[in-house]
């Protein structure tokens, strides 16, 4: 009889923010011997903890096998995440519809009665732990996790040797093939869905079948779909913003100023920091271009242009102060704050005009986006009629909202309809 292999494989993921820059480590253990035989860590984008969990299950299983490819496999799978272990045991159900895929990849890998399931806590976890912290950290700086630089291994526990289950064979297997494993775990890995959404109950086991009517609001069961996850930047400053003057789609068009310009570099480097955004879309505006190309720029992306995040067409107010309007046009100002189906003197665009064409742009936008990170350069009336509508609030609460130059918000949207405000006016990368 030919001898088994024993394996250990230590997995973790990471994600700051939940979902947000996540990223995953593994290692696979001799388990006579305690030695590391492999260990792999990746960045992965905007993602769940759940996600990056099984990414790192997925890769630590895959190394496992690249390693011994013609032995029979005795692997002892050792997480500090319930979930993933108590699902891959069989033991809780899997309904998150993202879930599913991530485990049935994991469930394929080596045959389901070679490897079994062990919850551990994060204290007896820290070298895959540290792998997904050091890859974090890399996606952060914009670069790739390297094994020659890790000290997860050294941070980490000394291992105590399992109990002898049978042979434990060769000891450990050479660099180069090592090498290969975990690039062939990494290629695997890499075939998945990143941009996914939380459980909403990542600890807990989720109930079986139960007949039950539909509920709606918080009560209500989260949405299995990834988000089309919107990071809404302002445009950089032109000579009109500091003296607050009415700017929109029927005016002279102006260009950054010299300020504008380095808001957008300092946005551009923020993004480039972050690495979570994957796609570009800007108004037709030449403010808004000139910022979304100093963004492209730096994160090697193209620019789509999408009509309807246009700013709102103002009129015979294009260019003046608000006290100018108010002492030329003083009435029809009156009428159209209280009004959002009044339009600006001279034959510009109510508020509800510019709702309509704005929510027409995010659903096209959305339905072609979901699951992804889009940075939408644009203006303050499409970005406040944005939230406004994702909130679900009256017309007069644009006025309560303040946007700054620069400033970036963000919104997710589901697929169920559903939305999530998750930040409004931050200006904290300008400082």
């Given at each position: 009889m030919s001898a088994v292999r024993r394996l250990v494989v230590e997995a973790d993921g990471g994600s700051r923010g939940n979902p947000g820059p996540a990223g995953y480590g593994a290692v696979v253990i001799d388990a006579a011997t305690g030695e590391t035989l492999a260990e792999a860590a990746e960045y992965i984008g905007v993602a769940t903890n759940n996600v990056a969990e099984y990414r790192g299950l997925i890769t630590g299983l895959t190394a496992a096998k690249a390693l011994f490819p013609d032995e029979a496999l005795d692997v002892r799978v050792r997480m500090d995440s319930k979930l993933v272990v108590e699902q891959m045991s069989g033991r809780w159900k899997i309904k998150h519809p993202d879930m599913k895929p991530l485990a049935a990849r994991a469930t394929a890998?080596?045959?389901?009665?070679?490897?079994?399931?062990?919850?551990?806590?994060?204290?007896?976890?820290?070298?895959?732990?540290?792998?997904?912290?050091?890859?974090?950290?890399?996606?952060?700086?914009?670069?790739?996790?390297?094994?020659?630089?890790?000290?997860?291994?050294?941070?980490?526990?000394?291992?105590?040797?399992?109990?002898?289950?049978?042979?434990?064979?060769?000891?450990?297997?050479?660099?180069?093939?090592?090498?290969?494993?975990?690039?062939?775990?990494?290629?695997?890995?890499?075939?998945?869905?990143?941009?996914?959404?939380?459980?909403?109950?990542?600890?807990?086991?989720?109930?079986?079948?139960?007949?039950?009517?539909?509920?709606v609001g918080w009560a209500a069961a989260p949405d299995l779909g990834a988000p089309a996850t919107f990071v809404l930047l302002r445009h950089g400053e032109t000579l009109l913003t500091p003296e607050k003057r009415f700017s929109g789609s029927g005016g002279t068009d102006p260009e950054l100023s010299a300020i504008g310009r380095d808001q957008a570099a300092r946005a551009a480097a923020h993004f480039a920091a972050l690495g979570t955004v994957q796609e570009i879309v800007s108004s037709p505006l030449r403010r808004c271009r000139e910022t979304a190309a100093a963004v492209a720029d730096r994160l090697g992306l193209a620019v789509r242009i999408e009509d309807g995040l246009r700013e709102t067409d103002f009129g015979a107010w294009e260019g003046l102060t608000f006290g100018e309007v108010r002492e030329r046009y003083g009435d029809d100002l009156t009428t159209w704050l209280a009004d959002p189906e009044t339009a600006p003197t001279g034959g510009g665009e109510s508020f509800a005009e510019v709702a309509e064409r704005v929510a027409a742009a995010r659903d096209r936008l959305t339905a072609r986006y979901a699951g992804r990170t889009v940075l939408l350069v644009t203006h303050v009336t499409p970005i406040k009629t944005l939230v406004r509508l994702a909130l679900e609030a009256p017309a007069k609460a644009m006025f309560r909202m303040e946007l700054s130059a620069a400033s970036i918000s963000t919104v997710a949207y589901y697929g169920d309809g559903n939305a999530s405000v998750r930040l409004l006016n931050d200006t904290s990368h300008l400082r």
């Open positions: 890998i080596l045959p389901p009665s070679s490897v079994t399931y062990e919850w551990i806590p994060r204290a007896q976890n820290k070298h895959a732990d540290r792998l997904a912290n050091e890859a974090m950290d890399a996606g952060r700086d914009g670069r790739q996790w390297e094994a020659s630089a890790s000290t997860a291994e050294l941070d980490a526990p000394a291992r105590t040797p399992l109990p002898d289950r049978g042979p434990p064979g060769d000891a450990a297997a050479g660099a180069a093939k090592a090498r290969a494993a975990l690039a062939a775990a990494r290629g695997a890995a890499d075939t998945g869905t990143l941009f996914e959404v939380d459980t909403g109950a990542s600890e807990e086991p989720e109930p079986t079948d139960v007949t039950a009517a539909p509920q």
